[in-house]
């Protein structure tokens, strides 16, 4: 049964800890995004890696660190430095023909609550 | 600055009915238009994908435009069921861009009444 798994679904922290939330895919795609959604904005783009052991920052990176060690998987940390970590992440991953980005399928999403 | 747009922001409508669903964009140069379908609480399924020489594509009862010389795109829904509720998002990817290159708007979320 192919597709893309985040594991937990709900996850409670306190503020100032670190804590990592888990992507896996085995769909065999070569690229993997981290998002991060807010009530009422679009999804947007905090890590991307193309390949593994490499990644990119996205347009909010800050207060977010990733790995990509492994093809099937992308774990994202939040860490203490993120202002606002309450969110609902999700994670997707693709095939990449050259700079052009195929169809994202995403995992079901972590719903971090920080308090 | 690349932009999109989507009215209406949220949409009530009655089981059995069609409606549609706009999406306006200033991304440029232009490679793809996407629409996606989220139910709450979940993550994005993808729905249809439009290149800038396809002006519809369809997905049984969802029917995607593209209009590249105005910029505007609709997903038009037929015969609504109460599994259609549920937020809609467009996104636009730059010609060349990478993964930074998709541009997502903010969804409408469309709920429908028995």
């Known amino acids: 049964d192919g597709g893309i798994t985040q594991s937990p679904k709900y996850l409670f922290r306190k503020e100032g800890q670190n804590v990592t939330l888990s992507c896996e895919q085995n769909?065999?795609?070569?690229?993997m995004y981290w998002y991060r959604q807010d009530p009422g904005q679009g999804l947007r783009l905090i890590y991307y890696s193309q390949i593994v052991n490499d990644f990119q920052k996205g347009d909010i990176a800050e207060g977010y660190s990733v790995s990509r060690e492994k093809k099937e998987s992308f774990p994202l940390t939040v860490t203490s430095a993120q202002k606002n970590p309450t969110a609902f992440y999700l994670c997707a991953s693709s095939i990449v023909g050259g700079s052009r980005i195929g169809e994202q399928y995403f995992g079901p999403g972590t719903r971090l609550t920080v308090t | 600055k690349n932009q999109v747009e989507q009215s209406p922001q949220s949409l009530i409508i009655l089981e059995g009915k069609n409606c549609t669903l706009q999406?306006?964009?200033?991304?440029?140069?232009?490679?793809?238009l996407r629409w996606y379908k989220q139910d709450t609480g979940r993550g994005p399924v993808s729905l249809t994908i439009?290149?800038?020489?396809?002006n519809t594509k369809s997905n049984g009862r969802y029917t995607a435009t593209l209009d590249a010389d105005t910029k505007q795109s609709s997903l038009h829904i037929t015969a609504s069921q109460l599994s259609d509720s549920a937020s809609y998002i467009c996104v636009v990817s730059v010609s060349g861009g990478g993964a930074d290159g998709l541009t997502f708007g903010k969804g409408t979320h469309l709920i429908i009444q028995p």
């Open positions: 999406c306006n964009y200033t991304v440029s140069p232009f490679s793809n």
């Open positions: 439009m290149t800038f020489s396809e």
């Open positions: 769909l065999n795609h070569d690229a």
